[in-house]
Nanobody, 123 residues
Framework: LELQESGPGLVKPSQTLILTCTVS??????????WGWIRQSPGKGLEWMGA???????YYNSSLKGRFTISRDNANNTLYLQMNSLKPEDTAVYYC????????????????WGQGTQVTVSS
């Protein structure tokens, strides 16, 4: 299983950004995995943002206050992370990952990771 994130890299505060995660090696509708987005800000640890289950249900880290939406395109085996009202503190490396449980909220539950994509929020 391979995951590949992509995105524009540099955005301005208050803008909206959509990151893409292309999955190969297996369908994202498989019941073996749920799919999460995780980020790491400079000098900080990994932060779980949210996930989408194999059946399409979504759940999020409540501390992020609803500015993020996870979705997917089954036909193209692709996951998305939409981020609204971006702030400089959203600057981070963003990862998509496959979890081995139905509701993976802990970093340790994620087995397969993409290489990450840098997002910088700056005017």
């Amino acid at each position: 299983l391979e995951l590949q994130e992509s995105g524009p890299g540099l955005v301005k505060p208050s803008q909206t950004l959509i990151l893409t995660c292309t999955v190969s090696g297996g369908p994202i509708t498989t019941n073996y995995h749920s799919w999460g987005w995780i980020r790491q800000s400079p000098g900080k640890g990994l932060e779980w943002m949210g996930a989408i289950t194999y059946s399409g249900g979504t759940y999020y880290n409540s501390s992020l206050k609803g500015r993020f939406t996870i979705s997917r395109d089954n036909a193209n085996n692709t996951l998305y992370l939409q981020m609204n009202s971006l702030k400089p503190e959203d600057t981070a490396v963003y990862y998509c990952a496959a979890g081995d449980t139905h509701y993976p909220i802990f970093i340790s539950e994620y087995t397969y990771w993409g290489q990450g994509t840098q997002v910088t929020v700056s005017s």
